[in-house]
């Protein structure tokens, strides 16, 4: 599920998870969503590397319509970029091809290893109920079907409340959120 956008194919996931694990594509993303918006010449600058490994990596992430071409800003042969709003839901493991089961345990080990650092940073800066850095845990009884719902009204939230960085209002800062929900183990399944 790619939430308003059209549905991938095994190969196509395959290639996202390969490329959203990929380091440099990561710290390219990174800029344009903290920066809104380079060019390969910039990127090149800021992340060390050359002008012509920049270029190629932008227009592999264009192709997967993780970034777009800002048109009115590009010419000739500088062309400019900015990352388009992407949300996606990896399916069931047991329907994966191999090579994308293994592209996607890839991505997973390295966004746990981000998550890791991010729990323990948000617990560092926590300063109390009113702060920035918020942290909760919480448990409670669901039936699969309420907690189905509760992820749609998750989301649902999030469109609520959140903003691109386009239309972000003044004083808003870019915050980075997780959502776990995971089932104790049933004393039948032991």
């Not at 196509?12 to 993303?29: D, M, Q």
């Not at 702060?131 to 999030?158: I, K, N, P």
């Not at 800062?173 to 929900?181: D, G, K, Q, S």
């Amino acid at each position: 599920m790619t939430d308003g956008m059209p549905e991938m194919t095994s190969l196509e996931r395959t290639a996202l998870y390969k490329s959203l694990g990929n380091p440099l594509r990561r710290r390219i993303l990174e800029y344009l969503g903290r920066h809104g918006e380079a060019n390969s010449t910039v990127l090149a600058r800021e992340l060390g590397e050359s002008s012509g490994t920049t270029s190629y990596h932008l227009r592999k992430l264009a192709e997967q319509r993780l970034i777009e071409e800002i048109p009115e800003k590009s010419g000739g042969r500088e062309r400019w970029w900015r990352s388009l709003p992407f949300r996606h839901t990896t399916p069931d493991p047991a329907a994966m091809t191999p090579d994308e089961y293994a592209a996607a345990a890839q991505l997973a080990h390295l966004k746990i290893e981000f998550d890791t650092a991010l729990y323990h940073r948000a617990h560092h800066e926590y300063r109390g109920p009113e702060g920035w850095a918020q942290v909760q845990r919480s448990g409670t009884w669901m039936t699969r079907e309420e907690l189905l719902a509760f992820m749609r009204d998750y989301h649902a939230l999030l469109d609520r409340y959140g903003h691109s960085r386009e239309e972000a209002p003044e004083g808003a800062r870019p915050i980075l959120m997780r959502y776990y929900a995971v089932p104790e183990p049933s004393e039948d399944r032991l």
